[in-house]
């Protein structure tokens, strides 16, 4: 108990608040999760296509990836 009490403290202080001025920098394209969605999106396709499976929430397919 000695121990988790200062733990916690010290990875609580790892949490940042950013300054307006800084958003900027976290808004550019390379910061994104995808960076260019459209060949993100063909890259999930063609992958589910050839697992025979569906992405989350659709329908079931065969994997022919005529949907």
């Not at 940042?16 to 890259?43: F, H, I």
């Amino acid at each position: 108990m000695r121990i988790l009490i200062p733990l916690l403290v010290l990875l609580a202080t790892g949490c940042a608040q950013v300054q307006p001025w800084e958003r900027g920098y976290l808004s550019e394209d390379v910061m994104a999760w995808e960076v260019d969605p459209m060949k993100s999106s063909l890259d999930r396709h063609i992958y589910f296509s050839k697992e025979g499976s569906s992405g989350g929430g659709q329908a079931a397919g065969g994997g022919c990836g005529c949907n």
